[in-house]
Each structure stands twice: as C-alpha cells, then as structure tokens.
C-alpha cells in the first residue's frame, strides 16, 4: 500500500515537472545572451480614472510593461527618454551586485538622462522573486513611471510551499501558480502633476499628503464617499486630530497640523489639494481565475506616492509565502499591509463558489480615508446568478467578521539566516524630513567593504506616520524595533536594556521596512546590513513626499573598494 502511494506520489511529482516545463515561455537551456527591454518614455494624457491628466507613459502604457525574468539572467535595458523633463529609471530590490551604475539615482548613481537622451542599463538578475522599476527622478514614480519585474527562482531554490500541505496535488498546483505569478499594482493617483504639486508644496509650505484615487493595476476610480460614509467612517483616531474640523470630501485630514517651524500659507494650494472631489468613472480591474488551476499567485507590489494601502479580496484568505522577494514561512490572513516599496507574494486558494470576489485596498493612514475595488472572477459559465461577495474590510481598511490580520512582525524567513554580531559602525539618524540646515556631511555614511553596519532609524517628532525605509543595493535585517528614546549606544548595549525589542535569531530580510507609528511619543527601529556591494547607494523613505522633502541619506558603500566606473557608462552624457 505504502509504496503504491508513494509510486502515486512520485508519478504526480513527475506530471508536475511535465507541466511546469510546458509553461516555460524561454528555453530551458539557460542562455548566457542577455535579456533585453527597451522602453520609451512620453508624456501623455492619460485617463486612468476617467479623468484625464498628462502622465508618464512607457511604450504607450501605464503601468509600465511588467519584465519577466528567471534568476541569473543578464538585463539589458534601454530607456529613451522622450518626455520634456530629465529622468533616469531604479530597479527597485535588485541588488546592483557589481553594476552600482546601473542603481538609476540622478546624481547619485547617474547622470539624469536629459530630454531626447537614452541610457542603457545593465544588471544581473542574481536574486529571485518581486520587484518593480519606478522613475526616481523628482516625484516622477507619481506621474506614472512604475511597472512589475518577476524573476522567477532557480529549480534549485528550495520553495516553502511543503510547510503549507504535504498534499503532492496541491503542492504541484501551488508550484504552478508561483511559475504564473501575476503582479497586482497599488497605487495612487492625483489630479495634478508631481511638479506642479511640489511647486505647491513649496510655496505653501504644507505637503500634499492626499490623493485623489486609489489604482489597482493602474486602474481606477474618483470615487466621492459623501459626507454621511465619510462620518460612518471616522475613527476615533481621527476624531483625536479633527478636533472640531471634519474630513474633507476627499477624505483628507485639513490641514490643521502643520509640520515644521516655517512660514506657512494656505493662499494658494492648488484645487484637489486637501479637497474638491469631483467623481469620474475609470476602468475596473478584473482578475480571472479557474477554480480548476486550485491556487493563483499574485506579487502585491506597493508602488504608492503616499497612500499605505491595505488589501483584501472577499471571502478569500492569502497564504504570504514572500516578502521583498524572498521567501517566508507561509502565514494565512485575511488582509495586510503593503507598504510603499513593499512586494508581498500571496497564493489563494480557489476554493470557493464560482463567481465574482471584491478585491479591496484602503489607505490605512489617518492622513485620509479613501479606497478603490478591483474584482477576481472564476471563468464559469455557470455562475449566475451571483450574489455580492462579503466584504472582508471597509472603507479604512478596518477589518469585518471573522478575520485575521497578517502580524508582519511575525513573519520568518525562510530559509531564516543569522546576521553576524560583530559590527564595525552604528548610525543613527532622525529623519531629514525638511531640515534644510543638515550640511551634506551629515547625509552621507561611509562604509568599508565586507563589513556590518547598524542603522538606527529615530522617529522624534509628534504625529510621525510610519515610514517605509528602501535601501538600495543588497537587502538588510530588521533586527529590531520599539517605543521610546533611542538612548542607546550600540545595538549590543540596547539588547542588554531591552531583549524582547530585538530579534537577532531569525531577523527578517528585506529591502524595505517600516518605522513604528510616532503618533504620541518617539519609536525606532533599527537594522543591520553586510556590505558587499562597493557603490553609492540611497536610504530613504519610500513616501514620496517625504523623499522630495529630504527623508534621504547616502551609503558610501565600501569605499576601500570602490570600483572603477566603466568607460561607457563615465562618457554617457546621456544626452
Ligand atoms: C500668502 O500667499 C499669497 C499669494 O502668494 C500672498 O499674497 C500673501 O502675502 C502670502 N501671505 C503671507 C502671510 O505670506
Ligand atoms: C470604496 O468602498 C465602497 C464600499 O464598499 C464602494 O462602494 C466603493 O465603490 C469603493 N470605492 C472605489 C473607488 O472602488
Ligand atoms: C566586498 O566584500 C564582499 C563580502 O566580503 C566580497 O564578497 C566582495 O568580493 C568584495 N568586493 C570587492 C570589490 O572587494
Ligand atoms: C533610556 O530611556 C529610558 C526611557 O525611555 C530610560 O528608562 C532608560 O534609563 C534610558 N537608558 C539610558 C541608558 O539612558
Ligand atoms: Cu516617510
């Protein structure tokens, strides 16, 4: 018996592999030729929610084309820049190994690629999993420059899936939605273009913390919620900071509390800045899927300016199987938190009566309540009639019924890996935001190469949001975070003081996390990285607008070892 099954069991093994080969779209054989894109860039108008602004289109799209690409492949990608503006293009997580001048920061890493210019970019492909390539010139990444990468995992790469079921049938169906992962885009979208918001910004010394939609895929909707939703919805927390003020008819906190200790002047805020909603009806994003496939895999990629975005789809929960592009210990929930700069990889079940399942996003903020539904459509013909599906959170992103939210603290990597203890320097930072007076010393942190370095993120300031810290090049742990003064003069001195803040056995691995909420007192959070990469890299809040208004710092990384720039790559006057 024993053995028919496991002759059964190999036998289902083997039609897995079958089929897996049959979907592989580029030879097995790996070619060393490198893969090749090439994008062009135009400003364009573009109606993403029926309302039509100029935005950044990418071979006439948006989003931007999404890259597939299997691990150890070689890119080569070329951008023509054909907008009336300078702009350069990061590969968001990749780590640059090698070719830090491909890292695509303007006067970091690059020269900005000038009007009618072009630049070819080319990196391996060395990590697995979700990324994204976004403009990281100005507040371009709002305009519109932001599409998926995929890189699929080497067959040697060992999948967390069997932690999941040990059942062979759904492990191959699971195996097989990963092979045909599909990239979901949060994003936002705001009536007015990023310079004329920054131009705003400036001139009325508030930042523009609101949007006029949530977009699914690049699609969308201005919905206007109306008063009587709008006060439904109000929390408490809400409540705290309104004082005797109500939430504008875009949802959006007035702007009672400003921020910094500069002149400020509401004269001339642009319309749609904290309010005027005015609806229009963009398209919806549908999702098929056969409930005959078991299982979908979607990379949830948070590509926001500013909305921190919490998704859901109706009646079906997600197994987070990768984070940042790396694996993790499966953990089921009902709804989570992408982050801006965060990818989350996500297998669903498709286990449920064929019909149409709401998929939700919600901004989690206080800054503003505003929401936007896509829908995951079983192809059936049989479907009708169909009911509504149950919502599993609402307009603030608040979750219904019986419902687990993922604790993202909880997650461990897998397989986990133990960063070293032995740190040559600690840094820590308050956040830059609008602190003009900081001398460029202070926004650059030198390193030597193959050694450890502890990053102390302070959030100081009352009222702080939660900021989500990108670094490029290589990933980094989060190894811990807590409330209160960071008093501390190493991490080593901080673990004496306070264990329980800290996680040193199976720290997670990312390119992007978040700081605790500073809403009534000071937090921090602290992370630790190897450098390996010798280059000039950028650390910086992932909110748009907190980058533009200077939540930035440099790594000098490896500076003992720094490389020699290509001759191509020093000549390009991009231009
Ligand atoms: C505010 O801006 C307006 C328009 O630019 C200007 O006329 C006014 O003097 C400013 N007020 C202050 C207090 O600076
Ligand atoms: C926001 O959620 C409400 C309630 O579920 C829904 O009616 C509305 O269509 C959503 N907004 C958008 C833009 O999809
Ligand atoms: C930098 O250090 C890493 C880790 O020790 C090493 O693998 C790499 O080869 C070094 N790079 C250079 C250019 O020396
Ligand atoms: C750090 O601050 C905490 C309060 O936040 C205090 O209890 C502790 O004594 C301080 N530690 C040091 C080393 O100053
Ligand atoms: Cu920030």
Not at 39 to 51: D, H, N
Not at 234 to 257: F, V, W
Not at 270 to 283: A, D, E, K, L, R
Not at 425 to 431: I, L, S
Request: some cysteine; proline content about 7%; charged content about 20%.
């Amino acid at each position: 018996m024993a053995s028919i099954q496991s002759f059964l069991a190999l036998l289902l093994m083997l039609l897995c592999v079958a089929a897996n080969t049959q979907d592989v779209d580029q030879p097995a054989a790996q070619s060393k030729q490198p893969v090749r894109f090439e994008i062009t860039l135009t400003w364009e108008e573009w109606s993403a929610t029926g309302a039509t602004r100029k935005m950044i289109l990418t071979n006439g799209q948006f989003p931007a084309p999404a890259l597939q690409l299997r691990q150890g492949d070689n890119v080569e990608f070329l951008v023509i820049n054909k907008l009336p503006v300078a702009s350069a293009v990061h590969f968001h997580g990749i780590s640059q190994t090698g070719t830090p001048w491909s890292d695509g920061v303007p006067g970091l890493s690059q020269k900005p690629i000038a009007p009618g210019g072009q630049f070819l970019y080319k990196w391996r492909a060395t990590e697995y999993g979700s990324y994204f390539y976004h403009a990281h010139s100005r507040g371009q990444i709002e305009d519109g420059l932001y599409g998926a990468i995929h890189i699929r995992p080497d067959d040697t790469v060992e999948r967390p899936f069997k932690l999941i079921t040990d059942d062979e049938d759904d492990l191959c169906a699971m195996r097989k939605a990963e092979d045909k992962t599909r990239p979901i885009m949060l994003s936002d979208w705001r009536q007015v273009a990023s310079e004329e918001m920054w131009r705003a910004q400036k001139k009325t010394g508030f930042e523009a913390y609101c949007v006029n939609a949530l977009l699914i895929n690049g699609k969308g909707s201005v919905h206007c919620l109306g008063e009587k939703a709008l006060d439904e919805a109000t929390t408490p927390e809400h409540r705290m900071l309104l004082g005797k003020q109500s939430l504008s008819d875009i949802g959006c906190m007035p702007p009672a509390l400003a921020q910094g200790d500069y002149p400020h002047n509401l004269t001339d805020v642009p319309p749609s800045f904290w309010s005027g909603c005015v609806p229009s009806q963009g398209t919806h994003e549908k999702l098929l899927v056969h409930s005959s496939d078991k299982y979908v895999s979607y990379d949830l990629i948070g590509a926001a300016g500013v909305a921190m975005t919490v998704f859901s789809i109706d009646e079906h929960p997600m197994w987070i199987y990768a984070v940042d592009g790396r694996y993790v210990e499966p953990a089921k929930a009902d709804s989570l938190v992408v982050s801006n700069g965060n990818r989350y990889s996500v297998l669903v079940a498709l286990d449920k009566p064929a019909g149409d399942y709401t998929i939700r996003v919600a901004n989690q903020g206080v800054n503003q309540i505003i929401n936007s539904t896509a829908v995951m459509s079983y192809t059936c013909l049989l479907k009708n009639p169909w009911r509504a599906s149950i919502p599993s959170i609402d307009i603030t992103g608040a979750p219904l019924g019986k419902h687990t939210v993922l604790n993202d603290n909880k997650l461990v990597p897998f397989p986990v890996e133990v960063p070293s203890q032995d740190v040559a320097q600690t840094h820590h930072d308050t956040p830059l935001l609008f602190h003009p007076e900081i001398s460029p010393q202070d926004l650059t942190i030198s390193t030597q190469n193959g050694t450890w370095v502890d990053l102390i993120f302070a959030a100081v300031q009352p009222l702080q949001p939660p900021h989500p810290f990108h670094k490029h090049s290589n990933k980094f742990f989060v190894i811990g975070a807590g409330d209160g003064e960071w008093n501390y003069t190493s991490v080593a001195d901080a673990v004496r003081h306070r264990p329980g803040d800290f996680n040193l056995q199976a720290p997670q691995i990312r390119d992007t996390a978040t700081t605790p909420p500073a809403a009534t007192g000071p937090t921090w959070m602290a992370i630790r990285y190897h450098v390996v990469n010798p280059g000039a890299f950028l650390l910086h809040c992932h909110i748009q607008v907190h980058l533009t208004g200077g939540m930035g710092v440099v790594l000098l990384d490896g500076v003992d070892e720094w490389p020699e720039i290509p001759k191509a790559y020093r000549e390009v006057e991009a231009s």
